[in-house]
């Protein structure tokens, strides 16, 4: 039986209140079994729309995969973003032992296999990406960090006439990512067309020209997966 292919995955919404603070993401990469998937996904549905689950100091959104290559074998990411570093002071507990969170835990023991878990960090971002639909994730290893953020930047600002109903996002990987990968350069758009016709007018753009030469040397594409938000929780 052919697969259902979804995507969990968070998206970065946060307002910094003190320039030192520093937001922080957790993704679980898992593959769900076809038969499985639309109890696991109606649960998580539950469990998020539970008064308990709307105090957990967390950003998270259910997505689709819709484009991955042969060897990403995950059907689903599922995803959290803490405003801070106190806000992960709890993790790791698991669902609170509400009957949603029971029958959150009892499909994703039944249903999920847990591939990779991943901390990282939002660097650079826009915040109106959360309200976007499509999203393209291209995984990076990185040689020199600084002076790949400084050419992101730069980038970001020439190519902003051309990023209607659009976003750029930089993050860092800090532990449990895929070999070599050290950064994630995320793309966003309203929906697919939209996100295929910047990418047209950017592409071929003396911003991109420019950003290309100051980081091939200094990074390579490691993988790339694109998909779209189909739920979001806790963004208010």
Known sequence: MKKIVLLLVFVFSLTLTNAQEKGY???????????GAGDFVQSLDNFMNSDTAKQLPFVITLNEILFANEDNSITHQLCFLAQNADAMANWGSGPPPTPEGIILQMNFQKHVDVKQSILGSPLIFDPNGLGL????????????????????????KDSSKMMKNATFGLHEAI???SKGVTHYFAARASNLPEFL???ENISTSKAAADFFSKTTPISEIIGVFGGRIIKRYNVN
């Open 25 to 35: 993401w957790v993704c679980f990469n898992v593959e769900v079994d076809a038969d």
């Open 197 to 199: 016709k910047i990418r």
């Open 175 to 177: 532990a449990g990512s």
């Open 133 to 156: 639909d499509y999203f393209n994730i291209w995984q990076f290893g990185v040689k020199d960090a600084a002076t790949y953020a400084n050419a992101f930047v730069k980038f970001q």
